[in-house]
């Protein structure tokens, strides 16, 4: 089960709203390579994976990025607070507030809606692994472009805490790929069984 | 007193950051007998310093944390409002 915590992994205060980078922002909610995505893909996988170090590299990841959704979430929340509708008819943010106001919804920075077709959960831990490993430099690539997209330190700060995790991510996941491919040399077992 | 709030969010958020990093760490290298110490010592401080921040400002937990009364479980702020955080950015 989980346990909810009253703060934030990172801080998120954000004095000057900016509804533009709202905008790009929300991608990493609810985006093709955000944070949403990721904690479903690598919590769903951990049924399937094979040793204890892979199960808790997934199960304990898969938890982080769910504290990471809701730092962006933070953000985006913060980036939109007391604008005013001029300045959302000035940005590029009209159309989202005609579908949800300013209230956080899982949505890509070009307007798509969240889909679990990001993800896959495929029952063979190294494939699921290497996914894991791609999704995690897919995500260091997305903080990358918004920090580039950025210029308020308050955005930038916490941009820069979750591209650095994402760097985290990726080694753990390596090591852990490692560590599942000498069991299945080791042991001659299969995931699934050959014909 | 919100500062003094903030001061302590500041220290338990690091050392939470620190035993978040190390888990993930000793995951995959659970013979690291001196990461487990690291990180052994670290929650050991972490949970005292949590002890205290809740005894001062309510709850961090659901239903993990007991609350005087009335119910401080709902107090604002919530994490994700400006209030809530401590200032981090343009700091070294
Ligand atoms: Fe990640």
Redesign the interface.
């Known amino acids: 089960m989980w ?13 000057n709203p900016n509804p533009k980078m709202a905008k790009y922002i929300i991608t990493q909610y609810g985006g093709p390579d955000g944070e949403l995505a990721a904690s479903l893909r690598y919590l769903s996988q951990r049924f399937s994976m094979v040793t ?2 892979a199960r ?2 997934l199960n ?2 898969g938890t ?1 990025e769910l504290a990471h959704l ?1 730092i962006v ?2 953000m985006v ?2 980036l939109m ?1 007391d604008v005013s509708i001029e300045e959302i008819k000035e940005s590029d943010l009209g159309a989202y507030y005609a579908d949800h106001d300013k209230a956080v919804y899982p949505i890509s920075a070009a307007g798509n809606p969240f889909t679990a077709a990001y993800i896959q959960s495929k029952g063979d831990p190294v494939t699921d692994l290497y996914e894991d490993m791609a999704a995690e430099q897919k995500a260091r690539s997305t903080y990358e472009w918004l920090i580039n997209l950025a210029d308020d ?2 955005v ?2 916490p941009l820069k805490f979750l591209r650095a995790r994402e760097v ?2 990726f080694q ?1 996941f390596g ?2 790929l490692r ?1 599942v491919q000498d069991k299945l040399a080791e042991k001659k077992f299969y995931v699934k069984k050959p014909e | 007193m919100d500062k003094n709030r903030q001061k302590l ?2 220290q ?2 690091a050392l ?2 620190m035993a ?2 190390l ?3 000793l ?4 013979y690291d007998r001196d990461a487990l110490l690291r990180y052994n010592s670290i929650v050991m401080q972490a949970n005292a310093l949590r002890s205290y921040y809740e005894r001062m400002y309510g ?6 944390s007991t609350s005087d009364y009335p119910w401080r ?1 709902i107090n604002n702020p ?5 209030e ?7 700091e070294e």
């Open positions: 346990i909810y915590e009253k703060k934030l992994e990172y801080p998120v205060k954000i004095k204890p170090q808790a590299t304990d990841i982080e809701e979430g933070s929340r913060q607070d330190p308050d930038i700060e985290v991510h753990r090591e852990a560590i | 969010l500041k338990l958020s939470d950051f978040v990093d888990n993930l760490y995951d995959t290298h659970p709850p961090l937990y659901s239903f993990r479980w919530w994490p994700w409002e400006y809530f955080n401590f200032k981090l950015a343009g």
